[in-house]
């Protein structure tokens, strides 16, 4: 035999003792370790574990090829925390404030001259156009990459207030977990939320492992020119979407194209995304976060200014959909916290 | 020993195997294989090879992880043939007339009146707004359930007016193996067209390998509403988004949020597309198709009324894009063509 053959043989060989030998001892080795340690081992962690099994596996009237395990997950109160206010309005706080050093004639819009005094109870009632006006003035007329360089730079150096910890470590190892597992199970795990792209897209990939294609959120009209010669997309003054309830299933639509099986979130703002994907047809899980841990995090829901939950908690029941009780359901939350 | 101290050192001496014996088999086996067979031996296909070998190469300078490693390709004449029209087109005159069978009212609009009658010379005149209206009727008003559906048996029936074959057996061979290659080398493959974002990703992951969630198009305004307690997207009667000209790396940063390293076109509309990816940091790669072959497919290029090529075949050597010239790249075109 010429030296060609007995390579093809020897690998022949080998795949036969791979798949017969070797793949089970993997897989008893990977079943062996628990996917979701931070998950305390109540229902909810086995309804998570049921329904991945449920799904995946080959041969069953409820088997959902790869292509089709879409999970969709909200962002703020879902995968990091959203107290004491949403981590994007820290930053346009902290812009508005850099700004108006620069360019002290900022400091006529009472906005911003209330961010710079530090009036709480001003900034407590905006009007919706005095918080378009500062989501214009922090997050346009600059380029994408410009915008990607000052939020690199920002959630590179800001403090949670509480924690006094960098914002990217305020994240939920439980749903880092989950993330990870549903990955693992060949799922496309995806990001649906109201905050703005391209304030989430500088930092998803090293947090959550979600690469910025895969990540839906609110947007601002964007228009391609020639800066100075330069081939440049401009962030114009103007909101050209708002991914946040109805907008929620459209924002899906828009980019992935196909209903999602899983969706996780936790305020109003996710109902209609929940509603959406657990009407599809056949196997489908909702999730609802519960934030029920005032010591290790907030206790909140109905009455919160920031990830307002009521008819969510109403419907869950009589939607099917799982909530999930932070103080309940998991071991730990933060992974500063031990 | 016990049986699992065993199983790990089994584990072990496969593992040293599996790095030290297979894995160089494997990939010697893999490099003996030509992944462009299609392709002639023309400068065209070692300038992509060459490409693809430099950024994928540990340790240089060019390496480009394979996160960053984002290839975008237009439809339209670069993935699937757009003459005599568009394929989108002769959806929309088939669409016309099954609707005008069951409508008769509709044959007061002028348009769908000469599609009924054939009259492509009152078709070859129309006003942007009659040709809106015709996107409407043929596209809008529905959900994006039932438009999905519609394309579906559509694109399973209907036949290519010159080849008289299905038209996902009309797409290019050479960029099936392309997109195929690319993805071996750990690249992310996107469509970026001016046509219907849901026209395509219907038939786009059987034919090119292409997900649903990586099309880029052109998109129709949509609402999200509970229609008879059913949730449903509907597709409403206007535009939201041009994906063409401008509008392509504008739509390349909606969706994706990088900058591809890679853009393959064939018409001035794909212009600002290859512009705004070769102004990239890093090495780059533009291609343009030039349509040359008139006997295995069609030759145009600055004159033509579908894919017009002028300002990329003037500006191409100047921007250091790749001209692809079919006739002389190209050895098969066409599944079909022996």
Partial sequence: MNRSILSTLQLVVQAVF???????????????????????ESESKK??????????????????????????????GTLWSEQPMYVQMAFVLDRAK??????????????????????????????????????????????????EKIVKDWIATAKHPVYQRSYTECVYVPMVELLAYLRAKQFKT??????????MRPWVESVYGIPSEQVIGSQGKLRYELRDSVPTIMRLPGIDFVDDKGGKPVGIQRHIGRRPILAFGNSDGDYEMLEYVTAGKGPTLGLLLHHTDGTREAAYDRESHFGRL?????????????IIDMQRDWGQVFRFQR
């Fill in 18 to 40: 791979l798949s017969m030998v070797l793949q089970p001892i993997c897989e008893h080795l990977l079943h062996a370790q628990d996917p979701l340690p931070s998950w305390r």
């Fill in 47 to 76: 309804a998570i574990l049921k329904f991945v099994e449920r799904v995946t596996a080959t041969g069953t009237e409820d088997f959902v090829p790869p292509e089709h395990r879409i999970a969709v997950f909200d962002n703020d």
């Fill in 98 to 147: 850099l700004l108006a050093k620069d360019r002290p004639e900022l400091l006529e819009k009472k906005s911003i001259r209330a961010i710079v005094d530090g009036d709480r109870s001003y900034l407590s009632q905006m009007t919706e156009s005095e918080l378009v006006e500062l989501v214009v003035e922090t997050h346009a007329n600059m380029s994408t990459d410009e915008f």
């Fill in 190 to 199: 995806f990001i649906v939320s109201g905050g703005g792209i391209d304030f």
């Fill in 310 to 322: 009521s008819r969510g908690l109403d419907d869950a029941t009589k939607k099917g959909w799982q």
